[in-house]
């Protein structure tokens, strides 16, 4: 075993919610624990500061989907990308966050040494050349989706004239004053985008293929609003978040259990807000609502836009790109400046580093979750995967908390490993969690973790649950097992290498 520390106890991955939540912990739970966190991009933020595209906000309420440590402060509780960015520049620089973060820095592989109960990281700067860190454990707050490639449905756009813009990679300059947008899609980029430059459009149509659950809510919470005047700060977050939680949960599990039900509820409220404008064909998907996320449409705005007859929506399956725009197969054409294509991400897997043991490539299809967070036999690493019924934040809190409660249980112990076991002949019943018709957690399947039916080996979609056990359980559970690392440690490995590779 190496006799040398390693550069830092906790090796974070990523500069946005997750990882920003992470490091908050560690200073509340872990103070005496050193930890970094790099991100690829030049400002940290991750989502927030990547996606530029015009009305970019969150798609959920701020009051779960900001940390339970943190109160939010705005009016708006449905807040746009920069009042997001002001909140985590905030977190960072209050609790001395920002001198441990490393822009430019992209982790490109992470090798596993049980010998040195540590993991040897590589990091690609800038200017292209690589350093390597070493950490005793990696904690991956690198989102979801891939950054550099946004998923391409394979259109055929070369004998369209005007400029195609996907949503990922907005132009800052981009002029669509006056111009005809035509946004394809019809999940929450699309929704958002529309009415957002139908303020300066000479007119914007958004194409789906299928329609889209939507709800409206006011951007501002008014309960909210009124308890922030009559109590602390703190204490009316904490009521707010709590309330939102509750409602979220009572809301997914009412559409699953009586999904008529909710139809009729969400399909009433886009009639009642667009009058004679409404069309029940383009507002009733061929799916029960909770089946895909449901849309927020925010202060009804993109009802406002419709009913103003700056948008509208189309559906129908495109034939063909045409100079002027797009034919549909019905034979409509739909004429475009600049056509959106706001068809979705591409989902990565631990942000698409190279994550081996002993040299060993781990495949994480063939791995269990771990009460969400962890992994079957992989030692000393933890992630995040947001809620696909709730507020990313959520998991990202309580997860943060757990890690660092296992640091804790590894001091205590006097242990430099932390690794949930299962074994090769587990007969664990799998479970597919990701029940979600959405074509980018479709698209995906193949490459994701596994999950089973039963706790602890599963990434549970049950917030309140999740969050009892993470926060109130032992750490110790029978499953975590706390270790050092082996007197001889290439022994074994290199006979498990051996045989796999005859």
Known sequence: MSVTP????????GAGISGIGMAAHMEMMCPDRSYTLLDQRENLGGTWDLFRYPGIRSDSDMHTLGFVFEPWKHEKSIADGPAILDYLNRIVDDRDIRRHIRTNHKVIAADWREGEARWHVTVELAGGEQSLLTANFLYLGSGYYDYDQAYDPGFEIADFKGQVIHPQFWPDDLDYADKRILVIGSGATAVTIVPSVAQK???VTMLQRTPTWMFSRPAKDAFANFLRKILPEKLAYKITRWKNVRMQDFAFKLARKRPEKVKKALKGAIEKALGADYDEAAFTPPYDPWDQRLCLVPDADLFEAMKAGKADIVTGRIARFTQA?????SGEQIAADIIVTATGLKLAVVGKIAISQDGMSVDFSKRFYYKGCMFSNLPNLAVVF???NASWTLRADINSQFICRVLNRM???GTKIAVPFLA???ELEEDNIFDFSSGYIQRSLDIMPKSAVG???RLNQEYVTDRKIMQKSDVSDGILGFRNAPENPNTDRQQEHAEAAE
């Open 455 to 457: 706790y602890p080996w």
């Open 201 to 203: 459009a000479a007119h």
């Open 386 to 388: 947001g809620y696909l």
């Open 325 to 329: 725009g797009v034919e549909l197969e």
């Open 424 to 426: 090769d002949n587990h």
């Open 6 to 13: 390693p550069d830092f106890d906790v090796l974070i991955v």
């Open 411 to 413: 001091k205590e112990t």
